[in-house]
């Protein structure tokens, strides 16, 4: 899974360009989440548009992704594909993270 | 054409000792029982019939349920060393009929988990587990698990349409 980052303004901006975030890839998406995150206080949306898939162990990978930004800082999410966002619905997880339709206007084309 | 993880379309010819019920079955695939040869089998799956002509909602309600079911043989029947797996699968509208065979260990009391959600309590206790068997449960139609001469196997439907 190749994450990449970019500053705008307020936020942090990462790109997941893997087509699946499951099993065979949730600790080294964890690790490459944790890298990208901590040398920043800035409020971090996750585009997940390319992400096609996901399983338990990659919400599991998501959520500690979240976890690891420290306490009251969460981690927002944008345009979630079909398969994504149901693992996200049944689980009631899209309680818990703060989810976009699609990358908010003004981050999405810059640079 | 066999791909370097022995994914063809009958019991793979690397483990001729085991005689899967492989031809019981309208589409079969055996894997290793690994990550990455789940990754690849479930990839290889969702490219043949009867998966590639349903519905995106239909496809992601099998992929998640099959590609959960797996994860557990990994983890729990083969969490030494991996073994071979055979996936089964039967288009029986409205539903697809799946089976996962393994030979790895039985399930513990002979019984599938509960999958019961934890509480989703935000902060550090959110939980990063427990979803695998709680998805299986949700999205599937008469699951049955049977140990059976050395096999686990693992049945249930799914929606087709």
């Known amino acids: 899974m190749h994450l990449y980052s970019e500053s705008r303004g307020d936020f942090l901006l990462i790109r997941a360009a893997g087509d699946r975030i499951d099993a065979a890839g949730a600790i080294q998406f964890k690790d490459r989440m944790r890298e990208l995150t901590q040398t920043s206080d800035a409020r971090v949306i996750l585009d997940m548009s390319k992400v096609a898939f996901l399983d338990s162990s990659g919400l599991g990978a998501v959520v500690a992704a979240m976890k690891a930004l420290g306490p009251g800082r969460k981690l927002e999410l944008a345009d979630l594909t079909g398969t994504v966002e149901k693992v996200f619905r049944l689980t009631r997880m899209d309680s818990v993270f703060t989810i976009h339709k699609s990358v908010p206007e003004g981050l999405r084309n810059a640079g | 054409m066999p791909d370097e993880l022995g994914l063809v379309g009958q019991a793979a010819p690397a483990l001729p000792e085991i005689s899967f019920p492989a031809n019981q079955h309208q589409t079969c695939v055996t894997l290793a029982g690994n990550n990455d040869a789940v990754r690849a089998g479930l990839k290889r799956l969702m490219m043949l019939e009867p998966l590639a002509g349903l519905s995106d909602d ?104």
């Not at chain 2, 409205?94 to 002979?110: A, C, E, I, N, T």
């Open chain 2, 58 to 161: 239909a496809r992601g309600t099998f992929e998640i349920v099959l590609a959960e079911a797996l994860n557990n043989v990994v983890e729990h029947a083969y969490p030494n060393a991996p073994g071979p797996i055979l996936v089964g699968v039967d288009h029986l509208p409205p539903v697809l009929r799946v089976s996962v065979y393994d030979l790895g260990l039985p399930m513990p009391d002979g019984q599938l988990p509960k999958g019961e959600l934890k509480p989703l309590v935000e902060g550090e206790e959110l939980p990063e587990g427990g979803f695998g068997w709680f998805l299986i449960r949700t999205l599937t139609l008469d699951l049955e698990y049977e140990r059976d001469g050395g096999f686990n196997k693992l049945r249930f439907a799914v929606q087709a349409e």
